[in-house]
């Protein structure tokens, strides 16, 4: 599987189309990161949506100070991100929804995660195209639904991004999904303007729906 750029991505014209999130959609990224932090001599505490501010120091009530989690951050994503478990009937859901429409792997990382992201993808049956991408993501999505007719839909964990593909792309479908159970009760949602799923079971065929 290779990386592309938006002006190599090859989308059809006239068939549905997918944008699809990796880190808690298709990834357990939480648990993996957790994995490895803990390697580290860091645990993880859940008790809000964010990352940086879940990570302690045993025996410590104050989370780590952003610049050493940034620093893990950047060092699972050389060392570590191969260590993620795939989220539940994802890769089947896809593969099905896949005969019918075109699937884009819109992802945040940084640069250096390429390999390691491309990597896990193949891997665990997700051998689809993928943008590494940063920012939100709105625009980005505005960009490929433009490139056809038929419907399209966006699938995130995160608010933001969601919003961003309301403003920018309206026409195009939102779901959310948050596969790390510990972060439901935290995620900010809003149900009535963009889907929420716990789990590809439900999710899988509301896309269909979508698709046709």
Known sequence: MQ????????IRPTAPLLIVDVD????????????????????MRIDRFALFQNL???GESEPL??????ALFDDFFR????????VEGAADALASLSRRAGVVILTNAPAHALESRTGWLGKHGFDYPMILHSGLKGPAIAAMAARTSG???????????????????????????????RLRPF????????DLHEDWATLGPALGKVIG
């Open 3 to 10: 990386p592309v750029a938006h002006e190599d991505l090859v």
């Open 24 to 43: 808690e959609v298709l990834a357990h990224f939480m648990a993996g990161f957790e994995r490895y932090v803990a390697r580290h001599g860091v645990e």
């Open 56 to 58: 302690y120091r045993p």
């Open 65 to 70: 100070d952003f610049e050493t989690g940034k």
């Open 79 to 86: 060392h570590g991100a191969d260590d993620l478990d795939p």
């Open 151 to 181: 419907p399209a839909a966006f699938i995130d964990d995160l608010l933001p991004n969601l919003e961003s593909s309301a403003e920018s792309a309206p026409a195009v479908a939102r779901f959310q999904i948050i596969a790390d159970p």
């Open 187 to 194: 995620a900010p949602t809003v149900p009535d303007r963009h």
